[in-house]
């Protein structure tokens, strides 16, 4: 499933939910499946098709985002808080910091600089699954940046 292509198409009429469907995570396949449900359609053409012809489709999507939006930000928040939470366990059990995720972190970014300098200086095949990779790289650096400089960082 395309949740790049499903959150550009209602960007303009839902904006937090395009933002969260965007990030591809678990929550975002619970929003697509809701919005499969509500326009009553099984896929991503048949609902970009009803979502371009529907007079009402704006107001349907604007009343999705705010019967939701509480429940979205508070899962959003308690995910970094859960995470956060692990590692503050993982330093009182250990009195050492979680190495894995800090080295991650570094090796995505440098993979992501890695293809953007790749991408100035060469003709970057132009096919869906690098289209794919580069989109994935891009939404997990963003991903990385809100865990470690988010707003609800301690």
Partial sequence: ??????????????PFLADVIATANPIAGVIVKLLFRTFGVSDENSLSNILNTDPQ??????????????NLLRLSINDKADARE???KIVSLTG???WVLDLIAVLF?????????LGYFY????????????GQISAG????L?????????
């Fill in 141 to 144: 650096v963003g991903l990385i």
């Fill in 86 to 88: 692990r590692e503050e």
């Fill in 1 to 14: 499933m395309n949740f790049s292509s499903i959150a550009s198409i209602i960007k303009k009429d839902a």
């Fill in 57 to 70: 489709s704006k107001e349907k999507l604007q009343e999705i985002e705010n019967q939701h939006i509480e």
């Fill in 109 to 117: 970014i440098t993979f992501f600089f890695t293809v953007c300098i």
């Fill in 146 to 154: 809100a865990y470690y400089f988010g707003s609800s960082n301690k």
């Fill in 123 to 134: 003709d970057i095949k132009e096919d869906h699954v690098m289209l794919m990779l580069i």
């Fill in 96 to 98: 050492k910091r979680d």
